[in-house]
């Protein structure tokens, strides 16, 4: 169910959270925040990839209002780092992430697990509603964060990755092969460049999204070859072929409403 007044409760944490720096776009703080605010399944939220706290304090913020206390962000939060590039010679994040969650007023709701996903999953007993993926881009450590936390989803819970529809392999391969073509995976989609699906323990749960799924499967399967290996459009292929591979696959805004219709248990 969504919290009561749920649109104006979103639209004031978006505007509390936007001068946290980051890399979510409108949409996507839109459609995390409403992951956060209306809870699948019971457990807890898990982050895997903080930078400086934009999507760890807008988690914090939303699923207050579902009544959850916590959240748990897990990443080492140091610089330069193989698994994020685009960090560059930056310095670590770890002073600005933390406080940002002091300033947003967040911070005794926040874990924080200073270690990476792969140190903190044979430590792991929790069972998890939320698992946002957010953290190693290639295809090795999505795969590895999905498969180190799956043994923890609740029944009915979410797992959401970022920068799918981004020049990364990790994420478009692990949505399309390990969730897309998965019988334990139900309703899917793509919001900006945040991609979701639904989990179930039952298969046959997710028997009634079998053709969705498929149809998706088949247009995010075209963006692969343009991101494999690499990890950015391998120099043969068009940066246009990419674009328009992009284009084809829905990533528009989620109604709040029909995500709720979306993730409801028929059984």
Not at 4 to 23: K, Q, Y
Not at 86 to 92: I, K, P
Not at 129 to 151: K, V
Request: hydrophobic share 40%; net charge negative.
């Amino acid at each position: 169910m969504l919290p009561p007044d749920f649109i104006a409760s979103r639209d004031t944490i978006l505007h509390d959270v936007a001068d946290v720096e980051g890399h979510l776009s409108w949409k996507e703080m839109c459609f995390l925040c409403l992951l956060g605010a209306v809870p699948t399944a019971r457990g807890s939220i898990l982050e895997i990839g903080s930078f400086k706290g934009r999507s760890t304090v807008l988690l914090a913020k939303a699923a207050a209002l579902a009544g959850d206390d916590r959240v748990h962000a897990v990443d080492p939060l140091n610089a330069p780092s193989s698994t994020d590039p685009d960090l560059g010679d930056a310095n670590s994040s770890a002073d600005d992430f933390h406080d940002n969650l002091h300033r947003k007023g967040v911070s005794e709701r926040v874990t924080h697990h200073a270690m990476r996903s792969e140190e903190l999953a044979p430590e792991w007993s929790e069972p998890l509603r939320l698992l946002w993926i957010d953290g190693d881009h290639t295809i090795e450590g999505t795969r590895r964060d999905l498969e180190g936390f799956r043994p923890f989803l609740a029944d009915g819970a979410i797992v959401a990755i970022h920068d799918v529809l981004h020049a990364f392999e990790g994420g478009a391969r692990v949505f399309a092969e390990d969730m897309l073509l998965s019988r334990h995976f139900g309703a899917s989609g793509v919001v900006g460049s945040i991609a979701w699906s639904q989990y179930h323990a039952d298969p046959a749960e997710t028997e009634r999204h079998r053709p969705a799924k498929l149809d998706l499967y088949r247009r995010v399967a075209r963006l692969i070859p343009y991101v494999a290996f690499a990890g950015r459009p391998s120099p043969g292929l068009s940066k246009f072929g990419f674009k328009l591979a992009r284009w084809r696959i829905p990533h528009g805004p989620m109604e709040p409403d029909r995500f709720v219709r979306m993730v409801e248990h028929r059984g």
